[in-house]
Every structure is written in C-alpha cells, then in structure tokens.
C-alpha cells in the first residue's frame, strides 16, 4: 500500500479510465498520462509524509493519488483542463507545466521549513531533461550546500517529449545522493494525449 491507501491497479486503472475519456473526446484539454512507474512511485511514497510537500511538473496524477488526493477531486480538475498544472494545496502538492517551473518553488519552501525549524520535508519530482538545465543544477547544490530538508527524484523515461536525452547531452549530468535521486521507466502513453485522439 502506498501513501494514501493507492494501489498499483488502482493507479493504472485510473491512468486507463483517463485516456478512455480523453480519446472519446470527453476532455478537451491536454493530458499527461503516467504509465510503467507505478512500482517506483508506491515505493517513494512510503516515505512521503503527510505534511510533506510535494511539487512536480505536467504528469503528476499519480502523484496526487499518491497524496492523498482523492480519485474524484483529481478526476474534476482534470476535467477543469488543469492536468498539466495540478494544485491541491490542503494536500501540499503543486504542478506546473513550465519546465523546471516548480524548482525553485520547491527549493524556496524547503528553506522555509529550515529556517523555522519544521520537521516536514519537501519531495519535488523532475523529468530527466529537466534535471539537465540550470536551474535544477543551481538549486540542487543551494540544497545541498545548505543542508536543506528536500529530495529532488528525477524521473527518467529517456526522452524530453521525443528528443532522446542521452544523445542531446551526452550523458546525465548530475550525481545521485542525499538530495536527488532517479528512477527509470518506459510508458505506453505518447508525451501528451492518449495515443488515438490527437498527439500535441
């Protein structure tokens, strides 16, 4: 069981229930579907707490069930067209579909939690492409020079929408340690959208 009493099929199955409608037609706004990293997730959100916060770009469904965001709650927001920019701030989770948008918001939030001396954590999830710009590298030493309570998880599926990442930078450039780490994955979804209806 994951944070929030999520199951692996019940995040797949939402992920499924999501790309059904959007393929029908019935959401006429973009969406950013998860797949394959369902495992990983669960094992992540063991250790998610629930006064943690939790930030993360245009695929964070997963990550808002995960939290404790309940399935309808979720299923109206994206309906609302705000899957790429999820908010849910009783449940501290914030997405932005900026690229590397959510960083330094992550970073800035973990400072306060050190400054006042609060015993929450801050978790902030980045695509691989992501992990590669300036701004997660100026933020990631800032935390770490500082010691600050925030782990940066890079989720890497290979590709930034479908530019393959190794072959754009030669290779990851950051180092897994007290403050970030990577999982891998491969999804069955395209980057945006289902795969039937419209590709954007």
Not at 34 to 43: C, H, P, Y
Not at 62 to 84: D, N, Q, W
Not at 88 to 109: D, K, N, Q, T
Request: aromatic residues 12%; negative net charge; contains cysteine.
């Amino acid at each position: 069981m994951a944070s929030g009493g999520v199951t692996r099929d019940e995040l797949v199955s939402f992920s499924d229930e999501i790309a059904e409608l959007f393929n029908a037609g019935r959401i006429p706004y973009p969406v950013h579907l998860s797949d394959g990293n369902e495992d990983a997730l669960i094992n992540i959100f063991r250790d998610v707490g629930p006064d943690d916060w939790v930030f993360g770009s245009w695929r964070m469904h997963y990550h808002a069930l995960l939290k404790g965001v309940p399935c309808e709650t979720l299923k109206a927001a994206i309906f609302r067209g705000e899957s790429m920019a999820l908010s849910f701030p009783e449940h501290r989770i914030y997405g932005s579909a900026i690229v590397g948008g959510v960083v330094p918001i992550a970073l800035g939030a973990a400072m306060a939690i050190e400054r006042r001396g609060g015993a929450e954590r801050v978790w902030c999830f980045v695509g691989d492409m992501t992990a590669l710009t300036g701004i997660f590298a100026e933020s990631l030493r800032y935390a770490e020079n500082f010691g600050l309570p925030i782990k940066f998880i890079v989720e890497d599926n290979g590709v930034s929408v479908c530019t393959n990442t190794a072959s754009a930078w030669g290779g990851r450039l950051y180092e897994e340690g007290k403050h970030v780490c990577r999982y891998s994955y491969r999804s069955r979804f395209p980057h945006a959208g289902a795969g039937q209806r419209v590709q954007f």
